[in-house]
């Protein structure tokens, strides 16, 4: 399994947290995790109190590896995944199922809320060395706290969503137009 592919947990994770708008804290008990995971049957199981806690907490460190990686800190994003690395240690397991040739699962080990740290913690850590320490974004609309990956080439992805992306379209428009600038089209899509 691609490892990056890991690192969505972690921007899921992050991004449970009321944005500061029409969202609801998507992480505030065992049932609104087990909606968080609806998809990911390996994330399926018993979740505790305490686990959630547990994830609560490691949301606030995951948000502010990725605000530390937004403004550039490369040596402070290494030092805190590090950190999560260790509390969070990766327990691989050789796994065949549904058809699929012998692969690894990489967090089988502990409690749900264990196997999905794990699996958050690893997915930074891979992207930051194969990407680079800088591709943790935190989205530039304003009223959006929403964090994301940029896997762009050419590292040019402002917006957490296409939706943030549209919005700033919006705004962007509206105040050409409120200024009657006739500047060349704005890029903020990107
Ligand atoms: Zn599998
Ligand atoms: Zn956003």
């Not at 891979?126 to 800088?134: E, R, S, Y």
């Given at each position: ?98 058809n699929q040739p012998w692969h690894l699962h990489l967090s089988e080990g502990g409690s749900v809320a264990d196997r999905y740290a794990a699996g ?71």
């Open positions: 399994m691609d490892l990056t592919a890991y690192a969505e947990l972690a921007v899921r994770l992050v991004n449970s947290a009321d944005s500061g708008e029409e969202h609801a804290d998507r992480l505030s008990n065992a049932e609104t995790f087990r909606a968080l995971v609806a998809d990911r049957s390996h994330l399926h199981g018993q979740i505790t109190r305490s686990d959630v806690e547990a994830l609560r907490q490691l949301r606030e460190e995951l948000t502010s590896i990725f605000m530390v990686s937004a403004e550039g800190d490369e040596p402070t994003v290494a030092e805190r995944l590090n950190a999560l690395l260790i509390r969070y240690p990766v327990h691989p397991v050789i796994s065949g199922h549904d958050a913690v690893i997915g930074l850590a891979t992207i930051v060395t194969q990407l680079g320490a800088d591709r943790l974004g935190v989205c530039t609309l304003a009223s959006c706290h929403g964090v994301f990956i940029d896997a762009s080439t050419n590292r040019s992805r402002r917006y957490c969503s296409e939706h943030c992306a549209s919005r700033a379209n919006v705004t962007a428009f509206r105040a050409r137009r409120r200024t009657g600038a006739t500047g060349p089209a704005s890029t903020a899509a990107g």
